[in-house]
């Protein structure tokens, strides 16, 4: 069961806010809803549309207005708008005011409302209004000038963002014309929410490493972060190697693998590897001192392309590249092969 601290910070009344629900419900950490008073004693929550949308949302308010329904639907109660950019406002510019948000089973998903799209959002939603939990499934966002005319548009052509709810800050621009889900969240209530630490081994994301100097090197750039921000242990880079595996580098039936800031990355040490389940619990996009990462790229390597056994530096040999910020396993590990004269963090996993 995922747990999330609760801090209250003010009610509604106290902040000065007014025209939300009367009675809405809060959720629980084991994902049963109760009645709750209308007070700003429990995170907002938060969900993906059940149902997919074409670009043409009938504006804002119109996106607003479906995300509502559908918690109105279910009983959610609650004051809800869609998380899209529009006009000149940024996606978190709407939130402004409330704080703290969970899924629908209690799940921490963000504290801030810029969290949402800094690298920190604590955990991946993909839970529907009904509280199912989604599969790959993409969702409309908006970056910069891809938001279908402000969400009044579908037509082919009018390029707009795709986000996925489980690479939450991850962007790809779609036809207008397509469908994809909205991102719903609540507003209203002010409850900062972060997770509780775990033990286990730790690991993290690289700064940008160039291949040549073989695997030696990229675990002797692991090592040197680790030891300058004071982690414990020893840690090697998560690379293919020739002949190998590159979690054959790695005891995976020891303890499961976390962030620097103690959330757990899998149940498991096992779960990391696969090839089940398909999605991680948290994002290993951490810099060993605790710094957030958003839209990177990482060295990650296949048995066909691992740039020379990472002793190559050559535009002409292919090394493969995961996408670091995402929990879906696919992408983490290989998205796309690029030249190996490019430079690309490493994942340094502890021994």
């Known amino acids: 069961m995922a747990r999330f601290a609760l801090i209250l910070v003010c009610s509604a009344a106290a902040c000065g806010r007014s025209g939300f629900g009367a009675t809405p419900d809060a959720v629980l950490g084991d994902g049963d809803l109760v009645d709750a008073p209308d007070a700003a004693d429990r995170p907002n929550r938060a969900f993906v549309t059940s149902m997919p949308y074409t670009g043409d949302l009938g504006g804002p308010l119109g996106a607003d207005a479906k995300c509502q329904a559908l918690a109105d639907a279910q009983g959610i109660g609650g004051t809800f708008i869609a998380l899209l950019k529009a006009g000149t406002y940024a996606h978190s510019d709407r939130l402004a005011g409330s704080r703290g948000w969970v899924d629908l089973a209690g799940t921490p998903i963000a504290d801030q409302p810029t969290d949402w799209y800094d690298g920190r959002v604590l955990h991946p939603l993909r839970r529907d209004e009904t509280g199912a939990v989604l599969g790959f499934a993409s969702v409309w966002s908006g970056y910069t000038s891809g938001t279908c005319d402000d969400w009044t548009n579908a037509v082919s052509g009018n390029g707009g963002v795709v986000d996925t709810a489980s ?61 300058a921000s004071q982690l414990p242990g020893t840690y090697k880079a998560l690379l293919e190697p020739t002949g190998s595996s590159a979690f054959g580098r790695f005891n995976l039936t020891g303890t499961r693998w976390i962030r620097p800031d103690g959330i757990p990355i899998t149940a498991t040490a ?35 392309n691992n740039c020379s056994n990472w002793n190559s530096n050559n535009s002409g040999v292919l090394g493969a590249s995961g996408y670091g910020t995402t929990t879906y396993r696919s992408f983490w590990l290989r998205i796309i092969d690029v030249g190996c004269d490019q430079t690309r963090p490493v994942i340094c996993l502890q021994e």
């Open 270 to 304: 096992a779960d990391l590897a696969g090839p089940l389940p398909d999605y991680f619990d948290s994002f290993t996009s951490m810099k060993a001192d605790g710094t957030h990462l958003t839209r990177v790229y990482t060295w990650t390597g296949s048995a066909t």
């Open 167 to 227: 690479l939450y800050e991850q962007f790809t621009f779609s036809s207008c014309t397509a469908s994809a889900r909205l991102p719903c969240v609540e507003t209203g209530h002010v409850a900062p929410v972060s997770e509780q630490a775990q033990q286990g081994r730790i690991a993290f994301m690289s700064t940008p490493w160039t291949p040549g100097g073989g695997l030696a090197d990229a675990d002797a750039l692991c090592m040197t972060e680790a030891t």
